[in-house]
């Protein structure tokens, strides 16, 4: 890849990693407080998926810290 090629693309790594940050945070202040009120069965369930929801993002941020970290390496090193 051409060098600006790799700056485009971590820059649109970093923007994506912003976005899903914001949306961690979202569901896990949702998740917080949905735990203090879990009294009903069809909340647990809700909270449940959440936590399956909240789970992919953070697996999804990591793999895009890893990938803009290859890339700032492959930049690094000159191409």
């Known amino acids: ?16 990693i912003k976005v899903l940050w914001v949306m961690i945070m979202a569901t896990s202040g949702g998740l917080v407080s949905l735990f203090f009120s879990l009294d009903e069965p069809e909340k647990v369930v809700i909270f449940s998926m959440g936590l399956l929801v909240l789970s992919g993002l953070i697996v ?15 930049l690094e090193e000159g191409g």
Request: aromatic fraction near 10%.
């Open 1 to 16: 890849m051409e060098k600006e090629a790799v700056r485009e693309r971590i820059r649109f790594l970093t923007e994506y």
């Open 60 to 74: 999804a941020v990591v793999k895009l810290i890893f990938d803009a970290n290859e890339l700032l390496e492959k």
